[in-house]
């Protein structure tokens, strides 16, 4: 008997303990409706969050489990007044994520009370990643009126051009895309030395937004008839009068970037390498060059049929060489720069920044195959056996890895130093 009552007791006593897999921490969610929630923001002078999620959606239920029950993310949603929305694209919010032009889950969309979009957050983040992602882009709350009203009072307000550019960067339709290109312009035009620190970062935005209406064009079988007119307008304010001709027979092309036409390629390449020269020219900046990455991997889903033409990858290649800072990013670049066989002088300038900025010795080793590729054989062995002495004196076993890629391009005795890699078949 006394032993029922201990194992009971001890019972209790475990149930009443806090379980560490459950969370007492939840997002209140507003049930009243998204325009409620609009009203409820302008009275407390917050913002609205809507999460689209999907109930069939890992990531969704992923997101409930770890970014919906943070502490940490209810604390910052408190702290800056935001009222939580979610709906259902499949369900209640079908109409609404259609408008929005979500078509992935999770994406977490804010607004200003006026109803203006401020920015969103597309795919799974953890808490630690989603709330110094929302503190981005709440960073600048001003509404889009607010903007538009400093624009017409100072039309050569470089910072307001940018962030009205960045209120339309998710709209569907072809007037915002149209009137964002022109505002990207316009903001590189009037800080063209990077001076406001608007300039830069303009300019990498500006190439992702035409870059994105290359995208446009890849899925014209896809594309409305009724809207195909607002995709030919696209392309048209990008690639300029040339690559007006792109959308004017759409219903002719393949699901392919490589369906375009060589007038479309050469004036995506021209406007890139336009961009690169004004970048070179504004000393010191750094800007974020995610969008780039990103826009630019969505011209390159294998999975949707979609190739971007390799002249078009080495504009933007060479372009991000010049930015990156990164030496991850950094060493994709020069990889990408040897196996092309093209533009071995900036592949080898982004192989050492990487080299610069990481320990990682296959840095080491891809500017010694870049040298190589380059004739500076004897360079090279000199560099990679450095590095390699370096490791082995501080008992790194990467060494071994630096010294077999030395013997690659040293030449054997009486022999000849192995042949450069060629770059793929154009």
């Known amino acids: 008997m006394k032993t029922r009552t201990t194992a009971a007791a001890v019972l209790v006593i475990v149930l009443l303990l806090p379980s560490p897999c459950l969370s007492a921490a939840q997002v209140p969610w507003d049930g009243d409706g998204f325009d409620a929630a609009l009203e409820k923001a302008g009275k407390e002078k917050g913002f609205v969050m809507l999460a689209v999620l999907a109930s069939w959606c890992g990531y969704c239920r992923k997101m409930e489990q770890s970014t919906w029950s943070s502490q940490g993310v209810v604390d910052a949603l408190a702290e800056k007044r935001i009222v939580p929305v979610r709906i259902d694209p499949d369900k209640d919010g079908k109409a609404r994520a259609r408008r929005l032009g979500v078509s992935s889950y999770p994406t977490i969309v804010f607004f200003a009370p006026d109803g203006g979009e401020l920015g969103r957050i597309a795919g799974f983040r953890p808490p630690d990643q989603f709330i110094p992602a929302m503190g981005d882009i709440l960073a600048d709350p001003r509404s889009e009126a607010e903007l538009r009203e400093l624009i017409a009072s100072n039309p050569e307000d470089a910072a307001a051009l940018y962030a009205l550019s960045k209120r339309l960067a998710f709209r569907s339709d072809a007037e915002s895309a149209g009137e964002r290109l022109s505002l990207l312009r316009s903001a590189v035009e009037k800080d063209p030395s990077n001076g406001r620190e608007v300039g830069a970062q303009a ?42 001709a792109v959308g004017e027979n759409l219903e002719s092309y393949e699901t392919s970037t490589s369906a375009l036409s060589e007038s479309a390629v050469a004036a995506a390449v021209m406007r890139i390498a336009q961009a690169r020269s004004a970048l070179e020219s504004m000393e010191g900046a750094e800007p974020d060059t995610a969008i780039l990455w990103q826009t630019a991997g969505q011209l390159d889903d294998r999975r949707k049929g979609l190739r971007m033409p390799a002249e078009v990858w080495d504009a933007v290649y060479a372009l991000l060489a010049d930015v990156e800072r990164e030496p991850v990013p950094l060493k994709r670049i020069a990889e990408y720069m040897l196996q092309r066989g093209k533009n071995l002088e900036d592949a080898e300038a982004a192989a050492r920044k990487s080299m610069a900025a990481s320990s990682d010795p296959g840095a080491a080793i891809l500017v010694g195959r870049i040298l190589h590729a380059r004739g500076r054989t004897e360079e090279a062995a000199a560099m990679l056996k450095k590095t390699a002495e370096e490791l082995r004196a501080e008992g790194d076993p990467r060494s071994d890895e630096v010294e077999k890629a030395l013997q690659m391009i040293q030449p054997a005795e009486g022999g000849d130093p192995g042949s450069p890699p060629e770059g793929p078949a154009s």
């Open 203 to 244: 300019q990498i935005d500006w190439v992702a937004a035409g870059l994105a209406r290359m995208r446009w064009l890849a899925f014209v079988d896809q594309i409305p008839p009724q809207i195909r007119n607002d995709v030919d307008t696209l392309a048209g304010s990008w690639f300029g009068a040339e690559g007006k």
